[in-house]
């Protein structure tokens, strides 16, 4: 079969297609968004019926492929690490319930913080939750996995964790494809009880739980995903995870790995693997990409064994991604440097886009502000963070998605009024809804900026759930139709915004003004594909 | 009789495909620049010549107006490593002056070539004289540098710069000049003959430049 070049997160969605997928549910996130825009893309996916859709949040989107699966179809939810978190008390209860049709839950890591509020390594929530997990080290891997991930799920009634981190999902190889199978027919659990999370049915569903955890052990054996690979110096031996094998490979191109390695891509990790390795060398090299999860196990509180080397020792950088020279650096290796970085060189962040609307709100939010000290600005998730950046230094938190309204309350009931909080259209559907109905229902006089670019900017434009009915929700959830107030975000409004921010800042009681223009991106985008569009009528015409 | 021998064996040796190649290439700009273009068309090519091929591209945060860069590595061999190691790359190809030097650890002191556009990309308040930018990249022993937003304009369109860079840099990918304008073919197809052409001749632009500034 010929091989398809395939971003790792587009690998996992054609593995998904592959195995008999029948939904994928998902909020944008990077590095995960690219998995459910390749499944909404694929011709072959629509062909077969198989649901793509963008959810509001990461914990709709789980609890919509929890009841997919509860209907004896093969469901994913995809989502970027933290935003895990926000579907953590479906995922974390999906355990208990046990899955009926496969269930996978993608979670894809940032290391470095590329595109993210922190490094929190997704493996640990697949251990809190007690379920596999699979941590692929290359594209091909990853289709594989996925769909291995599927059966396993449907052999042992379980959900399973796929955890990436960011080179994976968004780097290129080939990629060669399995069998293709068919989708589940609709069919309910035998037991109609199992979802059921009455205190007396989880105790039962948990002991069955604890139960499956050695046969989850066993499977990661079994599976090959982890396998030992033999090395005559036992001088060491190294323990390379997901993609930090690639890089160990990388530093023995022209040779073979004189070490014992034990290649780790499925947890839970069964002990006789780590036994054999530990008692035939010296010492050990733990190679891991996010937190040093195996390395604190083996080396346990007292550390008092053979010396381990790794992450939480300085052998490794602890924070940060993995690449081929810090690895080679821990194998002792030496490498051919490159030349100094000359200091000419300026950094250059992200900024915002020329004509994007969020630089004229933001010049009219600076401005009606001027009158108070400053550090009154909690804001959000979404390209508008990047005002925090000069030269409009326009707000003063961002924490995760919602957060600008409810930590705006906060601070106003301590007494920073007036306080505002800055979100976007998005963000507000998928976290900022409920902190405003706590606002109104306390009347906390707060004045929330919602800019509505009517789309997912940040992650490349997907929909935004709000679309069309931002103001029957607010409206809906309690906010005085006088103090909705809906603005254009352009230059030449620029007094007229000023002095309606002005007067709603003053007022006290929630107010929430609405900037309302297209992000250029996506209209931008839009033109092209009406230009197209036209293009082809008018030849079609003009063949006639 | 002896020349012709000497013809036969090679083409001999190129159908048996026992030529061995490995290029790492760095491309690097500013979000929104056109490197993953570069990046599709010399992946297109290296497919085509049955070569294995890892990509790994910068999505996301720093895609609005940030340093963009794409480690691709094209290889006869399996290749292990998405991230090329520092001092290890073939090639830095950079659409904007500055953002060539951002990566010089990445380069091979050894043979590694830097191709690079003279270009600036100002959206910084503190972007550095271009002069003491080009002084930086001519330090270097093996470069080629370029005006490759003139040379697009003279073949019909600015647009076509970051193709006036891949082809300066086309003499050192180790793939073959058919094969790299079969992609852009492909690539542009869709969008007309005009396209196609204005490209393959910012290509060709491109490679002669390339080649007159180096023999």
Redesign the interface.
């Known amino acids: 079969m010929k091989k398809l070049?395939l971003?790792g997160d587009e690998a996992i969605a054609q593995g998904a297609i592959d195995v008999g997928l029948s939904g994928v549910f998902a909020y944008p996130g990077?590095?995960s968004?690219?998995i459910t825009e390749y499944i909404r893309a694929s011709q072959e996916a629509k062909d077969k019926g198989i649901v793509a859709e963008w959810s509001a949040n990461e914990k709709t989107a789980m609890e919509t492929a929890l009841g997919m699966s509860y209907a004896g179809k093969k469901a994913m939810v995809c989502m970027k690490h933290v935003g895990l978190n926000v579907a953590a008390d479906a995922f974390m209860n999906a355990a208990i319930t046990g899955s009926h049709g496969g269930l996978v839950v993608v979670s894809a890591d940032d290391p470095s913080m590329?595109?993210s509020q922190n490094e929190q390594d997704s493996r640990f929530f697949g251990k809190f939750a007690q379920i596999p997990v699979l941590e692929p080290s290359?594209q091909q891997e990853a289709y594989d996995m996925t769909y291995y991930s599927f059966l396993l799920s449907e052999k042992l009634g379980t959900p399973v964790l796929m955890r990436i981190t960011t080179?994976?999902a968004?780097?290129?190889?080939?990629v060669i494809r399995k069998e293709i199978l068919p989708q589940n027919n609709l069919s309910l659990p035998s037991d109609l009880k199992q979802f059921v999370l009455l205190p007396s049915i989880a105790r039962k569903q948990y002991n069955t739980l604890i139960s499956k955890q050695r046969i989850f052990e066993q499977e990661s054996t079994e599976s090959g995903h982890n396998h030992f690979i033999e090395g005559k110096d036992k001088s060491m031996g190294i323990i390379a995870c997901g993609?930090s094998y690639?890089?160990l490979?990388?530093n023995y191109?022209q040779q073979t790995i004189p070490y014992p390695v034990l290649k780790i891509s499925q947890y839970p990790v069964e002990k006789t693997l780590v036994k054999k390795l530990y008692d035939e060398v010296e010492s050990i090299l733990i190679l891991e990409e996010g937190y040093p999860i195996l390395e604190e196990l083996i080396r346990g509180l007292l550390d008092e064994g053979k010396k381990i080397k790794g992450r939480m020792d300085g052998t490794l950088p602890r924070t940060g991604e993995l690449?081929?020279?810090y690895v080679?650096k821990a194998l002792g290796m030496n490498?051919?440097?490159?030349?100094?970085?000359?200091k000419?060189?300026?950094?250059?962040?992200?900024?915002?886009?020329d004509g994007c609307s969020h630089w004229d709100s933001y010049y009219a939010l600076n401005e009606a502000l001027e009158p108070y000290s400053k550090g009154r600005v909690l804001s959000d998730i979404g390209?508008y963070t990047?005002g925090a950046l000069p030269p409009l230094n326009a707000i003063n938190s961002c924490v995760d998605m919602g957060a600008s309204i409810t930590m705006a309350i906060g601070a106003a009931e301590a007494g920073l009024v007036p306080a505002v909080a800055v979100i976007g259209d998005s963000t507000f559907t998928h976290s900022g809804m409920t902190g405003l109905l706590d606002a109104v229902n306390r009347k906390v006089p707060i004045t929330v900026m919602l800019l509505d670019n009517s789309t997912t900017a940040?992650?490349?434009g997907q929909d935004s759930p709000g679309f069309g009915h931002l103001e029957s929700i607010i409206k809906g959830l309690g906010v005085e139709e006088e103090h909705i107030r809906i603005i254009k975000p352009l230059r030449r409004h620029h007094e007229e915004n000023v002095a309606i921010i002005k007067e709603e800042i003053s007022y006290n009681g929630v107010s929430v003004v609405i900037p309302r223009r297209e992000c250029v991106q996506t209209l931008a985008k839009r033109m092209k594909l009406k230009h197209a569009k036209d293009k082809m009528q008018k030849e079609s015409q003009s063949s006639k | 009789m002896p020349k012709i021998k000497c013809k036969k064996n090679l083409k001999v040796a190129n159908n048996k495909k026992t030529k061995r190649m490995k290029k790492d290439i760095i491309l690097a700009g500013v979000g929104g620049q056109g490197i993953l273009t570069i990046a599709t068309i010399i992946g297109m090519a290296a497919l085509s010549e049955d070569l294995q091929l890892k990509q790994a591209e910068v999505h996301g945060m720093s895609q609005r107006g940030g340093d963009v860069q794409s480690h691709l590595r094209i290889s006869s061999d399996p290749i292990a490593s998405d991230l090329i190691p520092e001092g290890g790359a073939d090639l830095i190809i950079s659409v904007e002056p500055m953002e060539a030097l951002r990566y010089f650890n990445m380069l091979n002191k050894k043979s590694g070539w830097l191709i690079s556009s003279i270009n600036p990309f100002k959206n910084i308040k503190d972007y550095p004289e271009l002069e003491d930018i080009l002084k930086e990249i001519w330090k270097l022993p093996r470069y080629v540098t370029l005006d490759a937003d003139k040379m697009a304009r003279e073949q019909g369109s600015i647009r076509a710069a970051n193709i006036v860079v891949l082809g300066a840099a086309s003499p050192y990918l180790g793939l073959k000049e058919s094969s790299l304008k079969e992609a852009i073919k492909t690539l542009f197809g869709k969008k007309g003959q005009d396209l196609i052409d204005l490209n393959l001749k910012a290509f060709d632009a491109g490679k002669e430049f390339s080649l007159n500034s180096n023999s």
């Not at chain 1, 968004?170 to 080939?174: A, I, K, L, T």
């Open positions: 070049l971003l990077t590095p968004t690219e590329h595109s290359n080179r994976l968004h780097s290129r190889s080939g993609i690639n890089y490979l990388e191109t690449n081929p020279n080679a490498y051919e440097e490159g030349y100094d970085i000359p000419t060189l300026k950094a250059r962040p992200p900024v915002l886009c390209c990047l940040m992650t490349g």
